[in-house]
């Protein structure tokens, strides 16, 4: 039965939400607060990643925590807070960084990631424009000897999983592409693919006008009205809406939304930056795994992309940070000019943090026709197609086309 849906938020959860909803034939209704070709889903590194199999939430990040914790420009900071959602989202993240919930995680980031990178593979074949889909995998690349066993140690399990990696020398990697890198080798995770973001978002939100989708730009969605099963209205500073279902897709900022009918959806902005330059040279997405710096050609760009800062939503573009990417860059790829003035459009977004490291995707316990979908970390842009699909599906009362119940956003964290 054809249902009139509403959407809160217009990054790539959200219109991947649509695409898919309109395939299932219901009405839908976008809304957003910001306009249109800003924020997180334009400004990401464009990875799609079954190598990224891992949750974020692992031992291994509370020791990095530890180590940058006082390095102003290192690309983990936490900014101490005395907030008490801040706090209750922090002790849940140190208590959820052990192996149980990276193995709990595991299968679900990976069965996520595949199908996700299947979808943007026929979205790349079927919308007739050319978002720069590219099938090539990505480096994990190592300069030091403690780093190169801990990406041994996860290469062998990433086999393990039935992922395709290799390990290569410097010299072979040199050999991929024009720029030679100053790194000791990598590890190349072969079913990765990556895209340019800023450019399927574009032309999925000029798809979906076409198709019938109404999008409602400037329109901050302040409040939640429910009943005792069913959010009944929502509202924006100066209207009331109804709709059918209603899906809340709106990033780091889902968590307070849900506040306005007194519901617990822990979550906290991980801000990251990124930039671009004219250069051709370098071929191979490749993350420089030392300096947490991610490295992604698109479409004859190149985009640079790192730093995780846990401050709250803190809109500064702090130049300190963007100045340490830029100089691990150009500690890489010594024959390619990082100098200041090649780098252009310096953007920031926020990454929707969960204290488990998982997304939250499914229904609202005591809300029968609210969704949620986000949550998703490092990992949005990759699951962004499997997670519109799954929600498209609970929405029409299908079975989901894949398990999704770590995702549960009502689980205890
Ligand atoms: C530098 C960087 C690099 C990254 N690289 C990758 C990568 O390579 N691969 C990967 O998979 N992921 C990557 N990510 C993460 C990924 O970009 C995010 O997980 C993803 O974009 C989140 O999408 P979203 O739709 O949930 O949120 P957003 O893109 O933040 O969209 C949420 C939208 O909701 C709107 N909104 C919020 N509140 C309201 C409200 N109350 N009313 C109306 N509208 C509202 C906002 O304006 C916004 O447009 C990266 C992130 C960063 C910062």
């Given at each position: 039965?054809k249902k009139?849906?509403?959407?809160?938020?217009?990054?790539?959860?959200?219109?991947?939400?649509?695409?898919?909803?309109?395939?299932?034939?219901?009405?839908?209704?976008?809304?957003?607060q910001?306009?249109?070709?800003?924020?997180?889903?334009?400004?990401?590194?464009?990875?799609?990643?079954?190598?990224?199999?891992?949750?974020?939430?692992?031992?291994?990040?509370?020791?990095?925590?530890?180590?940058?914790?006082?390095?102003?420009?290192?690309?983990?900071?936490?900014?101490?807070?005395?907030?008490?959602?801040?706090?209750?989202?922090?002790?849940?993240?140190?208590?959820?960084a052990?192996?149980?919930?990276?193995?709990?995680?595991?299968?679900?980031?990976?069965?996520?990631?595949?199908?996700?990178?299947?979808?943007?593979?026929?979205?790349?074949k079927?919308?007739?424009?050319?978002?720069?889909?590219?099938?090539?995998?990505?480096?994990?690349?190592?300069?030091?000897?403690?780093?190169?066993?801990?990406?041994?140690?996860?290469?062998?399990?990433?086999?393990?999983?039935?992922?395709?990696?290799?390990?290569?020398?410097?010299?072979?990697?040199?050999?991929?592409?024009?720029?030679?890198?100053?790194?000791?080798?990598?590890?190349?995770?072969?079913?990765?693919?990556?895209?340019?973001?800023?450019?399927?978002?574009?032309?999925?939100?000029?798809?979906?006008?076409?198709?019938?989708?109404?999008?409602?730009?400037?329109?901050?969605?302040i409040?939640?009205?429910?009943?005792?099963?069913?959010?009944?209205?929502?509202?924006?500073?100066?209207?009331?809406?109804?709709?059918?279902?209603?899906?809340?897709?709106?990033?780091?900022?889902?968590?307070?939304?849900?506040?306005?009918?007194?519901?617990?959806?822990?979550?906290?902005?991980g801000?990251?930056?990124?930039?671009?330059?004219?250069?051709?040279?370098?071929?191979?997405?490749?993350?420089?795994?030392?300096?947490?710096?991610?490295?992604?050609?698109?479409?004859?760009?190149?985009?640079?992309?790192?730093?995780?800062?846990?401050?709250?939503?803190?809109?500064?573009?702090?130049?300190?940070?963007?100045?340490?990417?830029?100089?691990?860059?150009?500690?890489?790829?010594?024959?390619?000019?990082?100098?200041?003035?090649?780098?252009?459009?310096?953007?920031?977004?926020?990454?929707?943090?969960?204290p488990?490291?998982?997304?939250?995707?499914?229904?609202?316990?005591?809300?029968?026709?609210?969704i949620?979908?986000?949550g998703?970390?490092?990992?949005?842009?990759?699951?962004?197609?499997?997670?519109?699909?799954?929600?498209?599906?609970?929405?029409?009362?299908?079975?989901?086309?894949?398990?999704?119940?770590?995702?549960?956003?009502?689980?205890?964290?």
């Amino acid at each position: 039965m054809k249902k009139q849906v509403a959407i809160v938020g217009a990054g790539i959860m959200g219109l991947s939400c649509a695409y898919y909803l309109l395939e299932e034939g219901h009405q839908v209704v976008v809304y957003d607060q910001a306009k249109t070709g800003r924020g997180t889903s334009y400004v990401n590194s464009g990875y799609m990643t079954p190598s990224h199999f891992t949750t974020l939430v692992n031992p291994g990040v509370l020791r990095s925590a530890f180590r940058y914790l006082l390095d102003p420009s290192g690309p983990l900071f936490i900014k101490p807070n005395l907030d008490y959602q801040f706090l209750k989202w922090g002790i849940r993240f140190v208590l959820n960084a052990n192996k149980k919930n990276v193995k709990n995680s595991e299968n679900t980031l990976l069965n996520m990631s595949f199908l996700s990178k299947e979808l943007y593979g026929e979205l790349n074949k079927k919308l007739n424009f050319d978002f720069g889909f590219t099938e090539t995998g990505l480096l994990q690349t190592y300069r030091t000897s403690k780093v190169e066993q801990s990406e041994k140690k996860l290469a062998k399990r990433a086999r393990e999983l039935g992922l395709e990696v290799v390990h290569l020398s410097k010299q072979e990697v040199d050999q991929m592409q024009k720029a030679p890198m100053n790194i000791q080798g990598a590890y190349w995770y072969k079913d990765d693919a990556h895209c340019t973001p800023d450019v399927f978002m574009n032309h999925i939100y000029q798809y979906l006008i076409k198709k019938g989708v109404q999008f409602e730009f400037g329109t901050e969605i302040i409040k939640l009205k429910k009943s005792q099963s069913n959010i009944v209205s929502f509202q924006s500073k100066n209207n009331t809406y109804q709709a059918d279902q209603i899906v809340l897709a709106n990033g780091s900022w889902t968590g307070k939304l849900l506040k306005t009918i007194a519901r617990d959806l822990s979550l906290q902005p991980g801000k990251g930056y990124s930039f671009q330059m004219d250069n051709t040279d370098i071929e191979m997405p490749a993350i420089l795994t030392e300096s947490k710096v991610a490295i992604t050609p698109m479409l004859g760009k190149t985009r640079i992309g790192g730093t995780m800062e846990i401050s709250g939503f803190n809109m500064q573009l702090k130049k300190n940070r963007v100045e340490s990417i830029r100089r691990a860059a150009q500690s890489y790829y010594p024959t390619i000019d990082f100098s200041v003035k090649k780098c252009q459009n310096i953007q920031m977004g926020f990454r929707p943090l969960t204290p488990d490291g998982m997304p939250y995707v499914g229904r609202m316990d005591g809300c029968s026709n609210l969704i949620v979908a986000t949550g998703h970390a490092m990992v949005g842009w990759s699951l962004g197609p499997v997670t519109g699909k799954v929600v498209s599906e609970m929405v029409s009362n299908k079975k989901t086309s894949i398990d999704v119940s770590r995702c549960d956003p009502n689980r205890k964290i």
